[in-house]
């Protein structure tokens, strides 16, 4: 048999379906070692492997956003805590992510597979609860793809509300209106559709070079502030807290507040949707989970000190007509209208490429759960456009996913904040369904497939740390920032998001169920 060839090899993505849990094969096949771990799990090389760890760390660099992402949203944090809340608030997450992704970057190891969560699900769930697992957590519209379906309408919508900010920044008498913010959202989107097309052979070079802006960007924007705007008192940081919430203790302000630093270390396990375009994806997914989150956790730590010291005026920057107070602070450090537009500019222009990386990375999830027959229209969706070895109709149908959910930015800010408010939630659950499964195997003495990158002793510290801070994050990413609340600032997402959940689960008992039998295996090794 010749190299490639396998034995019982079907014609198309929708033939065998079987758990992967059942059998555990050895990689036995000739080739690489890319191809013998897709072998192993019965599936053919249908994309291009062009991606390296450099590469890979600038793709989920720009994913994560962390130290981008703390400038826009610690008010949340500032309000339901303060800033020894989010000082500590913080290095909480720091550490519950490193168990977390540590978590996952073992099983992204011995499950080189796009699918990500819901392909580890299949191998660590038990037999009789394999197909509906993997099935909720890899969904189209809820779990792992929800998440990131939202989080690419969620980067657009800021990339383009944050281009209007500047605007009003420059022309005060400007009114931004929430359909030319839609129309940027529409400008985000294209930029990052035509990266993913027409540039895509050369995506590799570019996310390496999107790390060196991520790395270079953050002390452009680090030294001004730092050097220009008068500093605080280290007490005012490190030991002032606040209940603006209005909540019974402060305790509880406290964890209502540490959603700021769960949405800035979100998204490292974009590479496992990746692996499949990755060379030697065993061992670079879960160096690149790591890294990432160690490399972001620094950058964003100390982008965290310089804010809370350098902050000035917070009530002023608040109320900012921009929409954003970090403008507002940007400003007030360099009391130059040119300098503080410069400054941003570096913040929206890391939200463009996080836009790029982010359609990659939910278009691969599309693609692989379709492969896996688990989305309508699975055998469309699932096709590969041969010359450029890209899921393009998986691709599009993100960009379309994203330009509608902009339209109900127009009519409704909050109904639209309500749903891609999800991509929290959606990515914890999917997060701590397959750590579960793995740490219940530990616990009970099961074999567990492990690849070449595994945590050994250290294991279930890690997924016990990981599961966790998922849950403590995934309980509060559904409340609101205050304990009063109108139907206008009210978190709707625990409506939004129960309701999907459970549709998935009707739509699964009565049709699903009948079509759905887990990942399919292509092939069988002879």
Not at 74 to 94: D, E, K, R, S
Not at 323 to 352: D, H, K, R, W
Request: include cysteine; hydrophobic fraction near 50%; aromatic fraction near 14%.
């Amino acid at each position: 048999m010749s190299k490639g060839e396998y034995s019982k090899e079907t014609m198309g993505p929708l033939a065998t379906n079987r758990g992967l849990h059942d059998v555990i094969p050895t990689a036995e096949a000739k080739g690489d070692q890319d191809e013998n771990d897709l072998a192993a799990f019965g599936k053919r090389p249908q994309l291009k492997r062009e991606f390296g760890f450099i590469s890979m760390v600038g793709l989920t660099c720009t994913l994560m956003a962390t130290w981008e992402g703390l400038f826009s949203v610690f008010t949340f944090g500032l309000t339901n805590g303060g800033p020894a809340g989010l000082v500590y608030g913080y290095i909480v997450c720091w550490v519950g992510t490193m168990g977390l992704f540590c978590s996952l970057a073992e099983m992204a190891s011995a499950v080189p597979l796009a699918g990500g969560q819901y392909s580890m699900v299949s191998e660590y769930a038990p037999t009789g609860a394999t197909n509906f697992l993997s099935y909720v957590t890899g969904k189209s519209s809820w779990l792992t793809c929800l998440g990131w379906q939202s989080a690419t309408a969620s980067s657009a919508y800021l990339g383009g509300t944050m281009i209007q900010g500047l605007v009003v920044l420059n022309n005060p008498s400007y009114v931004p209106q929430r359909w030319q913010g839609t129309l940027l959202f529409y400008a985000v989107i294209l930029f990052g559709l035509f990266f993913n097309t027409f540039l895509v052979k050369h995506l590799p070079k570019i996310e390496s070079l999107i790390l060196i802006i991520h790395v270079c960007g953050f002390f452009g924007i680090l030294i001004p502030l730092v050097y220009l705007a008068p500093h605080g008192r280290a007490s005012d940081v490190f030991g002032q807290f606040e209940n603006g919430g209005g909540w019974s203790t402060q305790g509880l302000s406290f964890f209502v507040g540490i959603v700021t630093g769960v949405y800035s270390f979100l998204g490292a396990d974009g590479a496992c949707h990746m692996a499949e375009e990755i060379q030697d994806a065993s061992t670079v997914v879960p160096r690149t989970m790591v890294a990432t989150t160690v490399l972001n956790g620094v950058l964003g730590f100390a982008a965290l000190m310089a804010i809370l010291f350098c902050a000035g005026n917070i009530e002023n920057a608040e109320k900012s007509p921009t929409g954003y107070p970090f403008i507002e602070i940007f400003y007030q450090a360099t009391n130059s209208q040119g300098g503080a537009t410069a400054m941003v500019c570096v913040i929206v222009a890391l939200i463009f490429f996080a836009t790029i990386s982010l359609i990659a990375t939910a278009s691969r999830m599309t693609w692989a759960f379709a492969r896996d027959n688990g989305l309508p229209g699975s055998r469309w969706l699932a096709k590969v456009e041969p010359r450029s070895a890209l899921p393009l109709y998986s691709i599009g149908v993100t960009v379309v996913i994203s330009l509608l959910l902009a339209l109900i930015n127009i009519g409704s800010t909050t109904a639209f904040n309500a749903i891609v408010s999800l991509s929290v939630m959606s990515v914890l659950a999917s997060y701590m369904v397959p750590i579960s499964l793995i740490l219940r195997r530990r616990f009970l003495g099961q074999p567990i497939r492990y690849g070449p990158w595994k945590l050994g002793r250290w294991g279930a510290l890690a997924n016990v740390v990981g599961l966790v801070y998922a849950a403590i994050a995934f309980f509060f990413s559904f409340w609101p920032e205050t304990a009063v609340v109108t139907p206008v600032d009210m978190n709707w997402a625990c409506l939004v998001w129960g309701a999907a959940m459970l549709f998935c689960a009707f739509w699964y008992f009565v049709r699903a169920r009948n079509y759905y039998h887990g990942p399919v295996r292509e092939f069988e090794l002879s």
